[in-house]
């Protein structure tokens, strides 16, 4: 995440200098705690909330937790993930919902703040949760606030409230209460309220605010803050808790590259907790916080669960099965491998979700240097092709190939790199799908036990004599091939051939197959 990309750096190299002590004294926690107060306040945390975390961490960092730990520099960290996680709300929050239907969500804030935006994003999330949202447009101040509304409902595919044209005109406390009426009439079951913000805080818009929260009593107040505001934050949010109250924070903007650190200071210093974390334009780039998945991606842990999540949802669980039988039965062609980039690319951006691997912070310029747009210039080749071509690579010859790069406006070049990069993953997806390890280019097939599948399979270790002298040697491996024991060899060691496939009780030595082996491996 952009905005907390500065905190995030800071914090991982004040561990980095950690990492290289075997124990930790009194003096390097005081270091390190200095250091953490320097980048919390550098990415506009708020004092008083910098004093209690660092105050925090400096007690328990000098404790027994850390001197008796095995490695102390983990211990530190953990305490910081621990204690960061308790700054932002600690357990997760999630929206409570009317027992008796339709559920009322006000969303309050400064204008500028996404409110309108964040209403779509809101709606979508819970429609595909099962959900039958409806949005009103309470928001009569703001200049074409009404139709923005609109625009965004219909691309969200929610139903919008709006009888009045809003740009000054209109009662928004009477379109609010109007908005409730119309849902349970229509059977919706969460109605969004859209208020006004005002680039300030002002009497006016909190008692506007304060008059629609008494008309419609609503179930959920959230209240939406830009994460770039700096330390603002910290006073807007006291003003509404004040003014109007709410019972959440969303935070939107996490996208934006900004040091976002007061956004951080809202959960600890109103006492209510961070519901949603708004993380891109897109409707889709919404999601519901987490305080400790989000401390692990400020400490460049990662975000595994999120992005298993994520995984889940762009991916169909009948077509993943579909994949793997192709996969085992060497079916898998150009078309399925376009339909997985498609599924990929329907996940989000490819640095996103890259950014929530653990140590993603040390890829960083890697990540920068990323081109989104290569998922894009891939689908072009492929849908360059003939039916044919997709089915049967094989049928890429070299005039063939040069048609798909003029096709796609790309080189001869890149086709082939596509085409190779799809014979590999191919290659190595059939290997997992038999249960064998892949060959991974310059690595080699990767070690582990899991066994079967073609290369991965330990090979039978071949015996025969060790001895320093050839005849003697030569003459001992015949004996073993033979089924005899070697003279000299201790009592146990006749009982079978060279490959354990013969024994001193099997009539007739061993096989023609396995004399042939044995002649392979004396070199004859």
Known sequence: MATFGNLSDRLAETFKNLRTKGKLS????????????????D?????????????????????????TALNPAQQVVKIVNEELVEILGGQQRRLEFAKKPPTIIMLAGLQGAGKTTLAGKLAKWLAKDGHTPILVAADLQRPNAVTQLEVVGAQAGVPVYAP????????????ARDGVKY?????????????????????EMMKQAADIR???DPDEVLFVIDAMIGQDA?????????????????????????RGGAALSVASITGRPIIFAS????????????????????????????LIEQAQGAFDEDEARKMAEKFSTDSFTLDDFLGQMQQL??????????????????????????????IVRTEAIIQSMTKAERTTPKLLNGSRRLRIARGAGSTVTEVNQLVSRFEQAAKMMKTVAKGGMPNIPGMGPVPGGMGGGGRGKPQPKKKGSKSGNPAKRAAENMAIASGERPAGAGPGAGGGTGFGLGGAGKAGGPTEDEMAALQKMLGR
């Open 345 to 374: 690319r329907n996940m989000g951006s490819i640095k996103k979700m890259m950014s929530m691997l653990p140590g993603a912070g040390a890829m960083k310029q890697q990540l920068e240097n990323f081109d989104e747009r290569e």
């Open 279 to 306: 993380t891109g334009e897109s409707l889709d780039d919404f999601e519901p916080f987490h305080p400790d998945r989000m401390a692990s991606r400020i400490l460049d842990l990662g975000d595994i669960l999120t």
């Open 214 to 216: 008494t008309a419609i």
């Open 183 to 203: 849902a349970k009439q229509k059977m919706h079951d969460v109605v969004i309220v859209d208020t006004a913000g005002r680039l300030g805080v002002d009497a």
């Open 26 to 41: 009194a003096a390097d926690v005081d270091g390190t705690v200095r250091e953490i107060r320097r980048a919390l306040l």
């Open 164 to 175: 009045e044209p809003g740009n000054g005109v209109g009662n928004p406390v009477k379109v």
């Open 43 to 67: 990415a506009d945390v708020a004092l008083e909330v910098v004093k209690d975390f660092t105050g925090k961490v400096r007690e328990r960092a000098l404790g027994d937790e850390v001197s």
């Open 234 to 258: 910290v006073a807007t949010a006291k003003a509404f808790q004040d003014g109007v109250d709410f019972t959440g924070v969303v935070l939107s903007k996490l996208d934006g590259d900004a």
